[in-house]
């Protein structure tokens, strides 16, 4: 096991195009690091950069407290699980697991005892003399993820390792994952573009945006407290609402539209008449009626999802989710009364994106 740490990686190419601006991260021996963005984000560059696949343009790699930064990948001490598998077709379960120590001269007996450990490890003994094609989708990445544990390497790295499985394997793979890192302990670094993977496999996540870190933290804090629009519109199913608007003068409302405006009682007096933007999770806004103060929404839309509904409406160009519980079902076309906690409310600066405390 080892750690692992970055400082100040960077990416661009022709010295133009950056794709990786200066990051620092620092993985602690055995953590489960997870970084989540949408396609385009520079997170399996920045994979690529840390596997040696790619060269990074400044900044330093370490792993272990050695500089690998211009290391071959195959002295970096890391393993790599790809999307795609990349299992070779013509050679079995065994041959494809042994195949990194044969070409590192191992001796066959020590090869046989740790594939074969290996292999109980994932329960893949009885599918060892099989070839790739006569297995399932999640058995291929199984056998993917037993040819990188085999050679005991200092740093997993897991490229969207997931996303070419169907819903339910997803999921039984993501369990599969949480207790092999439980039982390896190996410091790993994973890439998905699937928020509700990163938040349930992660210790840590970084929330990737255009090459820029924005914001590293732990899901629940990454949840409670995301550190931009950007985060808070992307992390959370549904996403968060947002809404940009402007508060009073007088600091007691804040209006969203010509129609709607929501009492405040938490302004402070620096914010008084300025234009912010207001986050409220779906999951936070509560049933209310007329008679208790809450804020009508005309229900435009009903997503029927089982354990809870989503209803969709609208205040004026503001589009708005509530999650309600399966007991609260109104119709289409129907008006809810709405309660909006403040203690659940987020400050978000329009121009700038970032969090306001």
């Known amino acids: 096991m080892a750690c692992l740490k970055l400082q100040a990686v960077s990416k661009s190419y022709d010295g133009?195009?950056?794709?990786?601006?200066?990051?620092?991260?620092?993985?602690?021996?055995?953590?489960?690091?997870?970084m989540v963005g949408p396609s385009g984000c520079g997170k399996s560059t920045l994979l690529r950069m840390?596997?040696?696949?790619?060269?990074?343009?400044?900044?330093?790699?370490?792993?272990?407290?050695?500089?690998?930064t211009d290391l071959e990948p195959k002295d970096r001490g890391i393993a790599m699980v790809f999307q795609n598998y990349a299992l070779y077709p013509h050679m079995s379960v065994y041959d494809n697991m042994a195949y990194g120590l044969k070409i590192r001269g191992f001796g066959k007996a020590q090869i046989r005892q740790q594939v074969e450990e290996t292999a109980r490890i994932l329960e893949l003994l009885p599918l060892l003399q099989r070839k790739p094609r006569e297995l399932s989708g999640g058995q291929r990445q199984r056998v993917a993820m037993g040819r990188a544990i085999v050679r005991e390497p200092a740093v997993f790295l897991f490229d969207e390792p997931l996303s070419n499985l169907d819903a339910k394997l997803r999921v039984q793979m993501r369990l599969e994952l949480q207790q092999l890192h439980r039982r390896l302990n190996t410091t790993s670094l994973y890439v998905t573009h699937d928020q509700v993977e990163a938040m349930t496999l992660a210790q840590r996540v970084i929330v990737m945006n255009?090459?820029?870190?924005?914001q590293i933290g732990a899901p629940a804090e990454i949840y409670r407290r995301p550190a931009?629009?950007?985060?808070?519109?992307?992390?959370?199913?549904?996403?968060?609402?947002l809404w940009p608007g402007r508060i009073s003068d007088d600091g007691a409302w804040f209006k969203l539209s010509d129609d709607v405006a929501l009492p405040l009682t938490t302004a402070k007096p620096q914010w008084r008449g300025r234009e912010l933007t207001l986050g409220v999770r779906p999951e936070h806004i509560q049933p209310a009626t007329r008679e208790t103060g809450g804020v009508p929404l005309q229900i435009?839309?009903?997503e029927l999802l089982g354990a809870d509904n989503l209803a969709h409406g609208q205040?004026?160009?503001?589009?708005v989710i509530v999650r309600l519980s399966y007991e609260h079902c109104p119709a289409a076309g129907s008006t809810l009364w709405l309660h909006l906690p403040e203690s659940s409310w987020h400050w978000?600066?329009?121009?700038?994106?970032?969090?306001m405390e």
């Open 228 to 241: 931009s629009l950007f985060v808070a519109g992307f992390i959370g199913s549904p996403a968060m609402n």
């Open 210 to 214: 255009k090459g820029v870190a924005e």
């Open 50 to 68: 840390v596997a040696g696949l790619e060269r990074t343009t400044g900044g330093d790699i370490y792993i272990d407290n050695q500089r690998v």
């Open 16 to 34: 133009k195009t950056q794709v990786i601006r200066p990051i620092d991260l620092d993985v602690a021996d055995g953590e489960f690091v997870v």
């Open 300 to 302: 435009s839309t009903l």
């Open 348 to 355: 978000f600066d329009s121009q700038s994106g970032l969090r």
């Open 315 to 319: 205040w004026g160009t503001q589009k």
